[in-house]
Antibody, heavy 121, light 112 residues
Framework: EVQLVQSGAEVKKPGESLKISCKGS????????IGWVRQMPGKGLEWMGI????????RYSPSFQGQVTISADKSISTAYLQWSGLKASDTAMYYC??????????????WGQGTLVTVSS | QSVLTQPPSVSGAPGQRVSISCTGS?????????VQWYQQLPGTAPKLLIY???NRPSGVPDRFSGSKSGTSASLAITGLQAEDEADYYC????????????FGTGTKVTVL
């Protein structure tokens, strides 16, 4: 069974740095892109970016380029999302997702349980 | 901001049929990219409901069906049940935004 297990909830102050994680199991981690999706309180889903664990190739949504860093460590089947200077507007639930690509179809077939990030002074 | 537009809410009585639209453009759905639908029950992570326009993953009831035409897609729920009350999001790929995986604005389904 494919599973994506994310790290626990975080409470941080503005300006602090943070790195959250997503560990994959039940499949060959290197072979699928892993992405991150943001959901702000009471709002919809926003795709942030993806990483290919095999070679750490990354792609970002224009809305998040330069705001976050996505990475992966294939040796421990784990992907990461990090910030160098958090803002209150980063308060949200963050989901990791596994991307499946079939011809012209790109979809997220497995989701992590979510990591709630709260940024408050 | 979302490039796929959905109605904010739809509602129906138990047993009824409801439909949710997802309107895109020539750079996403109209370009031939497939559409997915995700269901997000209250307080939980989203779950894949429909992929490739009209395919259901194992375990998804056949009350849920999808379709696509031109620059739009639709999700239909027949025989509406109380447990279907959730938020639903469509998703596709957009070639105009440096290759982005775009979501719809989301629709809240209420079972009356």
């Amino acid at each position: 069974e494919v599973q994506l297990v994310q790290s626990g909830a975080e409470v941080k102050k503005p300006g602090e740095s943070l790195k959250i994680s997503c560990k994959g199991s039940g499949y060959i981690f290197n072979t699928n892109w892993i992405g991150w999706v943001r959901q702000m309180p009471g709002k919809g889903l926003e795709w942030m970016g993806i990483v290919y664990p095999h070679d750490s190739n990354t792609r970002y949504s224009p809305s998040f380029q330069g705001q976050v860093t996505i990475s992966a460590d294939k040796s421990i089947s784990t992907a990461y999302l990090q910030w160098s200077g958090l803002k209150a507007s980063d308060t949200a639930m963050y989901y990791c997702v596994r991307l499946n690509i079939v011809a012209t179809n790109y979809y997220f077939d497995n989701w992590g349980q979510g990591t709630l990030v709260t940024v408050s002074s | 901001q979302s490039v796929l537009t959905q109605p904010p809410s739809v509602s129906g009585a138990p047993g009824q049929r409801v439909s949710i639209s997802c309107t895109g453009s020539s750079s996403n759905i109209g370009a031939g990219y497939d559409v997915q639908w995700y269901q997000q029950l209250p307080g939980t992570a989203p779950k894949l409901l429909i992929y490739g326009n009209n395919n259901r993953p194992s375990g998804v009831p056949d009350r849920f069906s999808g379709s696509k035409s031109g620059t739009s897609a639709s999700l239909a729920i027949t025989g509406l049940q109380a447990e279907d009350e959730a938020d639903y999001y469509c998703q596709s790929y957009d070639s105009s935004l440096s290759g982005s995986y775009v979501f719809g604005t989301g629709t809240k389904v209420t079972v009356l």
